[in-house]
């Protein structure tokens, strides 16, 4: 590189960087950022049951094709709209505000409140995970910028001079929001997401529910006991043997991003279905290896997957065990007592996982 070419982009930094200190700014110290904001791609749900995986640039840019130069500029480059002009300052109907780029649910009208700032404004969101914080110090101001956690959408800022019962004040621009009134058809994007619910006993349910916990696409993962005779059994009866269950792990889970065919490939990864009544060191029927079925598909399924399992290397010889049971006629299934959940996240020594199909 030349001297002088050096100079000046020495020059061009140092400049850079006493811009920065004028604007507040500290250099190399990056915004705040709470654990809302995720890494893009990274498969995620909220509690109340909405795909809040971060989209890539890709997508954000096919869905701001459809916005206005207005809700372009507040929602992509952190405009705001001036004070008292906005659709939604008024709006007293009952429903639910969405981010007006991705559609996520963001607010309620059961928490909107009149502030008097000419801004629609609310206490609370509908749900934290969807909210966003990002500590925002542009025009000399130390603020919190709130934005969609699913598109990174700017929505407004929020402040500490809010109503009880939060003593928040989320001051929302309109052009950011899409209202819906209650009742009213609103499109799946502003939807929860359609769940799927599969069955699997492959021994101890601490390690089969800490694995399909982390399959992308599997909303929870819950340990119980499935497939025995009596009501509500407790650990002690079900580890007699006398009960008839399977320690058994239920597995909600979202069929855009994961597959019923692809859980039954993980399944047969994550235990060894040739061992009847036991799983390594643990043995009885407890133990034993099932597929609790939720419908005719996913008996077909199921069936036609260790049917084709017992033709490879790894079963020819060996044969599978696994049972494929409706659950219309397994009975219910019965949560494990809390000290059973989420084991492995709990006391640590997760097992490890074997690669995805
Ligand atoms: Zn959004």
């Not at 009952?94 to 991705?102: F, N, Q």
């Not at 799927?196 to 399909?212: L, Q």
């Not at 043995?283 to 939720?294: D, H």
């Amino acid at each position: 590189m030349k001297p002088g070419l050096l100079a000046a982009l020495f020059v061009v930094s140092a400049v850079a960087t006493a811009l920065l200190v004028w604007a507040g700014v500290q250099p190399g110290k990056a915004p705040m950022k709470t654990a809302d904001v995720v890494e893009v791609g990274k498969v995620r749900y909220s509690k109340s049951g909405y795909d809040i995986t971060r989209l890539d640039a890709a997508a954000i840019e096919r869905l701001a094709a459809g916005l206005t130069d207005e809700e372009r500029t507040i929602l992509l480059r952190k405009g705001t709209e001036p004070a008292f002009c906005g659709n939604l300052l008024d709006n007293k109907k009952d429903g639910v505000y969405c981010c007006r780029l991705c559609g996520l649910p963001l607010f309620s009208s059961e928490a909107k409140f009149n502030s008097g700032t000419g801004w629609p404004s609310f206490f609370t969101s509908v749900d934290p995970a969807h909210v966003g914080k990002v500590e925002d110090r542009s025009y000399g101001m130390v603020r919190t910028e709130i934005v969609c956690t699913r598109c990174n959408g700017h929505l407004g800022h929020v402040f500490d001079d809010g109503p009880r019962p939060t003593g928040r004040r989320y001051c929302l621009n309109s052009a950011s929001l899409t209202f819906y009134e209650k009742g009213a058809e609103r499109p799946a994007a502003s939807m929860p997401v359609k769940t799927a619910t599969a069955y699997f006993a492959g021994g101890c349910f601490w390690g089969v529910e800490d694995r399909f916990q982390q399959i992308p696409g599997v909303l929870d993962a819950v340990s119980g006991y499935m497939g025995g005779t009596v009501t509500n059994p407790t650990y002690r009866q079900v580890c007699t043997g006398e009960t008839g269950h399977a320690e058994t792990v239920k597995v909600v889970f979202d069929p855009a991003r994961v597959s019923y065919g692809q859980l039954l490939e993980f399944f047969f990864r994550v235990h060894d279905p040739s061992q009847v009544n036991r799983q390594g060191p643990d043995v009885g029927t407890q133990y034993r290896s099932a597929i609790f079925t939720t419908d005719a598909a996913q008996s077909d399924e199921a069936r036609a997957f260790i049917e084709a399992q017992r033709k490879t290397t790894r079963f020819v010889l060996r044969g599978i065990a696994t049972q494929v049971v409706p659950a219309a006629e397994a009975g219910a299934f019965y949560e494990a007592e809390e000290y059973h959940q989420d084991y492995h996240r709990k006391h640590g020594g997760s097992c490890a996982m074997p690669e995805l199909p």
